[in-house]
T-cell receptor
Framework: AQTVTQSQPEMSVQEAETVTLSCTYD???????LFWYKQPPSRQMILVIR??????QNATENRFSVNFQKAAKSFSLKISDSQLGDTAMYFC??????????????FGKGTKLSVKP | NAGVMQNPRHLVRRRGQEARLRCSPM?????VYWYRQLPEEGLKFMVY????????ESGMPKERFSAEFPKEGPSILRIQQVVRGDSAAYFC?????????????FGPGTRLTVL
């Protein structure tokens, strides 16, 4: 069975600094996607960034970037120039494709990030 | 274009009652996924539906839980004879198709409290 592990239950960072959140996953599949979702106190799930497993280039979205190490099954999220609005739970997630169709998302337990002024 | 709608946002039930959670997907979306988030946990997949069909219910408990997505109207997640362990946030997500990548857009969730 596929699993997603986030080993940092809580992290904090000073405003304007950089922080990296870790995620590892376990799968025998070759075709899949990886995601980072943000869940602020409102509990709304917001997609932060997506990485296709077949792409070697790491995805970036403004201040957010990933370090995707396929062989090591590692997928970390780097947040640069942290802002107070980045305070939230961050979930790493994995999704497969089977028979040409996308499957459900499998989530890690989350990392609670606090950005301090 | 309105996002994914869920109602009610908060639902309180006593043990043994029934809970009905509704999810209206985004316009043009015909695929719905239900997830459950227990306190201090990540979201866990429950069921995946297309219009009038259950595609994958491997994450749904065999007893007391059922889901439907009729041709007309919202998707419904039904929990019969609720117990305290059912207290959680229930999220639905919708996507346009399941062929190739299509982002799952999440609703705001329904927080179920069982007294």
């Amino acid at each position: 069975a596929q699993t997603v592990t986030q080993s940092q239950p809580e992290m904090s960072v000073q405003e304007a600094e950089t922080v990296t959140l870790s995620c590892t996953y376990d799968t025998s599949e070759s075709n899949y996607y990886l995601f980072w979702y943000k869940q602020p106190p409102s509990r709304q799930m917001i997609l932060v960034i997506r990485q296709e497993a077949y792409k070697q280039q790491n995805a970036t979205e403004n201040r957010f970037s990933v370090n995707f190490q396929k062989a090591a099954k590692s997928f970390s999220l780097k947040i640069s120039d942290s802002q107070l609005g980045d305070t939230a739970m961050y979930f790493c997630a994995w999704q497969t494709f089977y028979g040409g169709s996308q499957g459900n998302l499998i989530f890690g337990k989350g990392t609670k990030l606090s950005v301090k002024p | 274009n309105a996002g994914v709608m869920q109602n009610p946002r908060h639902l309180v039930r006593r043990r043994g009652q029934e809970a009905r959670l509704r999810c209206s997907p985004m316009k043009g979306h015909s695929h719905v996924y239900w997830y459950r988030q227990l306190p201090e946990e990540g979201l866990k997949f429950m069921v995946y539906l297309q219009k009038e069909n259950i595609i994958d219910e491997s994450g749904m408990p065999k007893e007391r839980f059922s889901a439907e997505f009729p041709k007309e109207g919202p998707s419904i997640l039904r929990i019969q004879q609720v117990v305290r362990g059912d207290s959680a946030a229930y999220f639905c997500a919708s996507s346009a198709t399941s062929n190739s990548y299509n982002e799952q857009f999440f609703g705001p969730g329904t927080r179920l409290t069982v007294l």
